[in-house]
């Protein structure tokens, strides 16, 4: 069990933004999740994914447990990055399920390997607390269940669905880099920024092979 008494020791300025980062994306996939379930087809759908955003919202509160050990006010730090990913739910509207839930699995997936790659270099325990937290990620396997055999019959649906999950990848890549020079301290670590966008790309492209799209 992590002791919540906080270090005396002081974090670096890196160590802050990467906890500022991972305890964002579990308050943007509470937010999402919720969402996504109120437009999920079929009640079962929507029951897993309230399950979700409820998921993160415990998840926001062991990484302030986490933070607090290292002397790192996670609120504060997380309040740093409101707003951080733009207009990009803006920019990407899905026009039905199969697109909703492809971009919420992409979008987040990339979210989530930014701060495991970011995490990474952290001394621990915070890096093992954080790490823990992004992989425990549910959604990959809602996602397969209800597009793969779906993709697999449509040629038609897998050819638009690779369309929108490549202008999904490309957005949030575009996202992240941006996120990268408003805040240049995460990129002192040992993942530099070309590192992050090899990671970032690796696992985008994962993850729509996996679905049975073209990336």
Do not use: N
């Given at each position: 069990?992590?002791?919540?008494?906080?270090?005396?020791?002081?974090?670096?300025?890196?160590?802050?933004?990467?906890?500022?980062?991972?305890?964002?994306?579990?308050t943007?996939?509470c937010?999402?999740?919720?969402?996504?379930?109120?437009?999920?087809?079929?009640?079962?759908?929507?029951?897993?994914?309230?399950?979700?955003?409820?998921?993160?919202?415990?998840?926001?509160?062991?990484?302030?447990?986490?933070?607090?050990?290292t002397?790192?006010?996670?609120?504060?730090?997380?309040?740093?990055?409101?707003?951080?990913l733009?207009?990009?739910d803006?920019?990407?509207?899905?026009?039905?399920?199969?697109?909703?839930l492809?971009?919420?699995?992409?979008?987040?997936?990339?979210?989530?390997?930014?701060?495991?790659?970011?995490?990474d270099?952290?001394?621990?325990?915070?890096?093992?607390?954080?790490?823990?937290?992004?992989a425990?990620?549910?959604?990959?396997?809602?996602a397969?269940?209800?597009?793969v055999?779906?993709?697999?019959?449509?040629?038609?649906?897998?050819?638009?669905?690779?369309?929108?999950?490549?202008?999904v990848?490309?957005?949030e890549?575009?996202?992240?880099?941006?996120?990268?020079?408003?805040?240049?301290?995460?990129?002192?670590?040992?993942?530099g920024?070309?590192?992050?966008?090899?990671?970032?790309?690796?696992?985008?492209?994962?993850?729509?092979?996996?679905?049975?799209?073209?990336?």
């Amino acid at each position: 069990m992590i002791d919540p008494t906080p270090a005396t020791t002081s974090a670096t300025a890196y160590q802050r933004a990467v906890v500022g980062i991972v305890a964002y994306s579990r308050t943007v996939a509470c937010t999402r999740y919720a969402k996504d379930a109120d437009k999920a087809p079929l009640m079962a759908s929507r029951v897993a994914i309230m399950r979700m955003s409820a998921a993160a919202v415990t998840g926001y509160e062991r990484v302030v447990q986490a933070a607090a050990v290292t002397g790192i006010d996670a609120d504060a730090e997380a309040h740093r990055f409101v707003g951080a990913l733009g207009d990009f739910d803006e920019r990407l509207r899905p026009s039905d399920w199969p697109e909703r839930l492809v971009k919420t699995y992409l979008a987040f997936g990339m979210l989530i390997d930014f701060g495991m790659a970011l995490a990474d270099s952290l001394p621990e325990p915070l890096r093992g607390a954080l790490v823990d937290e992004l992989a425990d990620e549910r959604l990959g396997g809602l996602a397969s269940r209800e597009l793969v055999p779906a993709i697999d019959a449509d040629t038609q649906l897998a050819a638009r669905l690779g369309l929108w999950g490549r202008r999904v990848v490309g957005e949030e890549m575009g996202t992240l880099q941006r996120l990268l020079v408003l805040h240049p301290e995460l990129t002192t670590g040992a993942a530099g920024a070309e590192l992050l966008h090899e990671v970032l790309s690796q696992g985008a492209m994962s993850r729509m092979r996996g679905l049975g799209l073209r990336g």
